[in-house]
């Protein structure tokens, strides 16, 4: 099974420089509950912006899986340069939580979405493509002051 999971605007928005353009706590605490400990998928992008962030410490998750072009080695991580490959063959439960373009070409294999949909207005320089959500159905909705959480479940395709 493959997740996505981003918190982005009302209009798509996803990051500023390769960093998150707000912070807020709870959609923090809520990307860490769904992500820790588990298999990830990443850019090369975001795995560094997340070293940056935890500094010394391992990075939260179980199995890291970055996706790159470059010839990168990683002690902590698995290289992924066949990414399409790779979503198609991958036999366990992944999240993918990163960045724009990992998140735009994994979206066709997707068969989950957990997005944050950030209240307010922040500036940045990263947006998401307009996705299609007609192939998904709402699962669950929670809202709060300051984001609203929607997890969407591929559509079982009718014969």
Same mark, same amino acid.
Request: glycine share 6%; net charge negative; hydrophobic share 35%.
């Given at each position: ?17 390769? @960093? #998150?353009?707000?912070?807020?706590? &709870?959609? *923090?605490? +809520? ?7 588990? %298999?990830? *998928?990443?850019?090369?992008? %975001? ?24 010839? #990168? &080695? @990683? ?10 490959? $790779? =979503? ?15 998140? !735009? =070409? ?6 989950? /979405?957990?997005?944050? *949909?950030?209240?307010? !207005? +922040?500036?940045?320089?990263?947006? /998401?493509?307009?996705?299609? $959500?007609?192939?998904? &159905? /709402? ?6 002051? &300051?984001?609203? +959480? +929607?997890? =969407?479940?591929?559509?079982? !395709?009718?014969?």
């Amino acid at each position: 099974m493959i997740s996505l999971i981003w918190a982005m605007t009302k209009d798509r928005l996803v990051g500023k420089d390769n @960093l #998150i353009p707000w912070h807020i706590k &709870e959609d *923090l605490l +809520y990307f860490k509950e769904k992500t820790q400990g588990k %298999t990830v *998928l990443m850019g090369e992008a %975001t795995y560094y912006s997340l070293k940056g962030y935890y500094k010394n410490r391992p990075l939260p998750y179980g199995k890291i899986y970055v996706a790159s072009l470059s010839n #990168i &080695e @990683l002690e902590d991580a698995t290289i992924i340069n066949d990414l399409k490959s $790779f =979503l198609e063959n991958i036999k366990e439960d992944i999240m993918v939580i990163g960045g724009k373009t990992i998140y !735009e =070409l994994s979206m066709p294999y997707a068969d989950y /979405l957990y997005i944050t *949909l950030v209240k307010g !207005e +922040y500036i940045g320089n990263i947006y /998401l493509k307009p996705i299609d $959500f007609t192939k998904f &159905e /709402l699962e669950s909705k929670r809202e709060s002051q &300051e984001c609203d +959480y +929607y997890v =969407l479940k591929k559509k079982v !395709e009718e014969c």
